[in-house]
């Protein structure tokens, strides 16, 4: 899937002077190819032609409002987790029929706010959701549309932190549990449950563990239309692996995912929704960083980044592999180094042992398919403000977020003054 990566070429990345871009806007720097984005969204509508399919992205991978309007504008709606995404992508102009809301803690307030705008569909994951958005949707004499989130107990084969489908994961809920919330349904009065919804996990390469929950959905969804319990949504989730690593990571391609939906869901009539997040975005960014400096240790070379783990964590969270590769083609002799970052720990390091052309200070450097779980899981850890991100479009950018000023970092903190008691 090389081609859909940002294509950068002679120190280019969509027609913009990267070396250029980071003059002006500083490094560390979070840039994002429009194309490659418009790319994906365009693959993945055309794989699903012909399916009534909605295609919700999965905020969490980039919550940028720009990234979001994006979307919007193209007609991708939104997965969200929290009242702040739920923000985010109404704010962006994402049609609140087009919103489903995961995850297994949605508080009353939350579910009550989402109720209030009308978005399209609850994903359940716990009978205490279930009960509470019935009790909520009573309060503001409305009917809930909902779907319960089948932990179909399935080894995503990725990451163990990003593993969602096992039974011994927090999400979603058996199918024996899901059986008796439909054999129960006539007691939610104002909750419609007629929606199934599976989501086992992220940065999957293989289309195995995906055909096996959508297996066992669809055997249950058999199950509920001849026990008179109509399914009107099937939500497939998302997690469709991408690239990190250049002729190593084999993704699947977006006409193969679907084509397994459709097998999966042969005979299905309902309405389809996907929620991808990585796959849309993941390989459309890059974190544009400068070297600081190489340090000569005892036993290792390290090449000292001005971008660190709180700019992108999956390094020292998941142990993931990046590509990192200079701006410049200049032909220098390969040298291997540790390329680490200047926060005060060891896991800041986004790669060991790594084979980089030999670099000097002030060289810039690419980190590659930073656009998922990049900017939207960083932190200003070590007291580093955010890194500001820009959003690419042939030749031009456009700023999308501001890089942040040590008064934005400190805001709201304030001297222990006004002591009160609880
Ligand atoms: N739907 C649900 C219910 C999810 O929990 C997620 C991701 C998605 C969709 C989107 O999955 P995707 O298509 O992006 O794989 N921070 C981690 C990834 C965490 C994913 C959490 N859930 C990382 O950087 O690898």
């Not at 509508?45 to 504008?73: E, H, R, S, W, Y």
């Not at 024996?176 to 390469?205: C, N, P, Y």
Request: net charge negative; with cysteine; proline share 4%.
């Amino acid at each position: 899937m090389q081609e859909h990566q940002a294509s950068i070429t002679g120190g280019t990345c969509e027609g913009v002077d990267l070396a250029a871009l980071a003059q002006r806007e500083g490094t560390p720097l979070h840039a994002y190819s429009t194309s490659s984005i418009r790319q994906r969204i365009g693959d993945l509508k055309i794989a699903l032609a012909g399916l009534d399919a909605t295609i919700c992205f999965a905020v969490k991978a980039n919550p940028n409002l720009a990234i979001l309007q994006l979307m919007a504008n193209a007609g991708v709606g939104a997965d969200i987790v929290s009242v702040g995404e739920l923000r985010r992508a109404l704010n962006a102009g994402m049609p609140a029929e087009r919103i489903v809301f995961s995850g297994v803690g949605k508080s009353a307030d939350e579910i009550a706010g989402a109720l209030n705008v009308g978005i399209l569909r609850f994903n359940v994951e716990s009978l205490d959701e279930l009960h509470t958005l019935q009790r909520v949707a009573k309060a503001q004499e409305v009917t809930a549309r909902a779907a319960v989130r089948i932990n179909p107990d399935v080894d995503a084969q990725t990451h163990a932190k990003i593993s969602t489908g096992k039974s011994e994961n927090k999400f979603g809920v058996g199918i024996d549990e899901a059986r008796r919330w439909f054999a129960d349904r006539k007691a939610l009065t104002h909750v419609q449950l007629d929606g199934l919804h599976v989501h086992i996990g992220s940065q999957i390469l293989s289309l195995d563990p995906f055909r096996l929950a959508l297996q066992r959905v669809t055997a249950f969804w058999r199950e509920l239309e001849q026990a008179g319990h109509p399914v009107n949504s099937i939500d497939v989730g998302g997690g469709l692996g991408v690239c990190y690593r250049a002729g190593v990571d084999r993704p699947v391609a977006a006409a193969d995912y679907v084509d397994a939906i459709r097998e999966a869901l042969a005979g299905y009539r309902g309405r389809l929704l996907l929620e991808p997040g990585r796959w849309l975005v993941a390989e459309a960014g890059v974190l544009l960083t400068r070297v600081l400096r190489i340090k000569q240790g005892t036993e290792r070379r390290f090449l000292v980044l001005d971008a660190a783990m709180n700019d992108l964590q999956r390094p020292s969270l998941y142990d993931a592999w990046h590509d990192i590769v200079p701006v410049t083609d200049e032909p220098r002799p390969p040298t291997t180094y540790d390329i680490v970052g200047p926060v005060c720990e060891t896991g800041d390091t986004f790669a060991r042992a790594r084979e980089l052309p030999e670099c000097a200070a002030g060289d810039l450097l690419l980190i590659r398919a930073t656009g998922a779980y990049g900017a939207s899981m960083a932190s200003t850890y070590n007291s580093r403000p955010l890194a500001a991100e820009v959003l690419l479009d042939q030749g031009r950018y456009a700023v999308v977020r501001r890089r942040q000023h040590f008064e934005d970092m400190i805001a709201g903190e304030q001297p222990a003054r006004n002591w009160e008691t609880a």
